[in-house]
């Protein structure tokens, strides 16, 4: 099994909520949260000011740590024949945006960083960590966990 842990950005403002658009040749056009990988030896707090610059040419702050989800991508679901099961931790932290400019990811993944309302993402092909860093922020439960979000129709892993 392979192993991942992760820290993303949820930054809600003015009733829109910050995505970015990847695309890779393996899983196409996906909308996600800016994030990503927490390097060795690297804090996931920093991770997450660290990948909100990288991906969107804004700087962020963090405003409080929203919570944790894990989930095992079985290996019939990877995106490759042959990847063993994965398993993906991320935390996700609430951020605000102090400065910059949006821009698409110097020579990455992340080809436009958009504001978009809420009720328009259920309409887009997305990373199932959009979903739960939203029902993070909107519950604000207090185990900092919410349900899994399935997989499925617009929905990826």
């Given at each position: 099994m392979s192993f991942r842990l992760a820290a993303y950005a949820v930054c809600v403002e003015d009733?829109?909520?910050?995505?970015?658009r990847?695309?890779?040749?393996?899983?196409?056009?996906?909308w996600t949260l800016p994030g990503g990988r927490v390097e060795h030896a690297e804090?996931?707090?920093d991770t997450v000011v660290r990948e909100v610059a990288e991906e969107t040419g804004c700087e962020a702050v963090v405003e409080r740590l929203l919570g944790a989800d894990s989930r095992v991508v079985p290996a019939a679901e990877r995106?490759?024949?042959?990847?063993?099961e994965h398993q993906n931790v991320g935390i996700f932290y609430e951020v605000r945006i102090t400065g910059g400019e949006l821009r698409p990811e110097p020579?990455?993944?992340?080809?436009e960083s958009v504001w978009t309302p809420p009720a328009e993402v259920a309409r887009l092909r997305r990373s199932s960590l959009v979903d739960v860093g939203l029902a993070l922020a909107r519950t604000r439960p207090a185990t900092g966990r919410?349900?899994?979000v399935p997989v499925g129709?617009?929905?990826?892993?």
């Open positions: 009733g829109r909520v910050l995505l970015g990847h695309v890779s040749a393996r899983h196409g056009s996906n804090d996931p707090f995106p490759a024949p042959g990847l063993p020579g990455g993944g992340i080809v919410v349900p899994p129709g617009l929905i990826r892993h």
